[in-house]
T-cell receptor
Framework: AQSVTQLDSHVSVSEGTPVLLRCNYS??????LFWYVQHPNKGLQLLLK??????LVKGINGFEAEFKKSETSFHLTKPSAHMSDAAEYFC?????????????FGTGTQLKVEL | KAGVTQTPRYLIKTRGQQVTLSCSPI?????VSWYQQTPGQGLQFLFE???????NKGNFPGRFSGRQFSNSRSEMNVSTLELGDSALYLC????????????????FGSGTRLTVV
């Protein structure tokens, strides 16, 4: 079964400093991985996706993630945090089961950005 | 291009009642999925529909059901509501047509917040 583990439930950074949100995955085959962001009382927005092309994936709002097979990791980074980045971030793996498709979400990382 | 539209945004229901939630996917998207989000259990997969057929179902009781219409709009129904059904219900659509692993990602709606009292 596919799964993802987000290693930090809360991360706090100062505005202008780098952001690192950690995610490890478990998959029996080459996975499709995603990062989604959820702002308070909003739905989920796709930040970026990895689908076995380039291992360094660039997303929206300056975020990027690197797929490392040897470490089974897909960490999300941003060089400089902005106040508007404060939100909950989910690492997600896609799997195909029973003829259909589903997403399995990590438990989320709450990012706090301080002045 | 309009996004995924979910109605209503908020609902308050009494235990034992039933509820129907609606989702209109992005035009051209035929795959629609539903997820339940709660503080305790996080985001959990309910079911996926494609071309009016349920292709996949999560581990939820039979009180949770859904359907998809020929225009790809989808509804989910919860019967005999329990307090634990209080959650944010999210609908997502995808341009994915095949049954393999999704390479396209899903676009989510803003959700319906259901409160059961």
């Amino acid at each position: 079964a596919q799964s993802v583990t987000q290693l930090d439930s809360h991360v706090s950074v100062s505005e202008g400093t780098p952001v690192l949100l950690r995610c490890n995955y478990s998959s029996s085959y080459s996975p499709s991985l995603f990062w989604y962001v959820q702002h308070p009382n909003k739905g989920l927005q796709l930040l970026l996706k990895y689908t076995s092309a380039a291992t360094l994936v660039k997303g929206i709002n300056g975020f990027e993630a690197e797929f490392k097979k040897s470490e089974t990791s897909f960490h999300l980074t941003k060089p400089s945090a902005h106040m508007s980045d404060a939100a909950e971030y989910f690492c997600v793996v896609s799997s195909s089961t029973g003829g259909g498709n589903k997403l399995t979400f990590g438990t989320g990382t709450q990012l706090k950005v301080e002045l | 291009k309009a996004g995924v539209t979910q109605t209503p945004r908020y609902l308050i229901k009494t235990r034992g009642q039933q509820v129907t939630l609606s989702c209109s996917p992005i035009s051209g998207h035929r795959s629609v999925s539903w997820y339940q989000q709660t503080p305790g259990q996080g985001l959990q997969f309910l079911f996926e529909y494609f071309s009016e057929t349920q292709r996949n179902k999560g581990n939820f009781p039979g009180r949770f059901s859904g359907r998809q219409f020929s225009n790809s709009r989808s509804e989910m129904n919860v019967s005999t509501l329990e307090l634990g059904d209080s959650a944010l219900y999210l609908c997502a659509s995808s341009i994915q047509t095949g049954t393999g692993v999704s390479n396209y990602g899903y676009t989510f709606g803003s959700g319906t917040r259901l409160t059961v009292v």
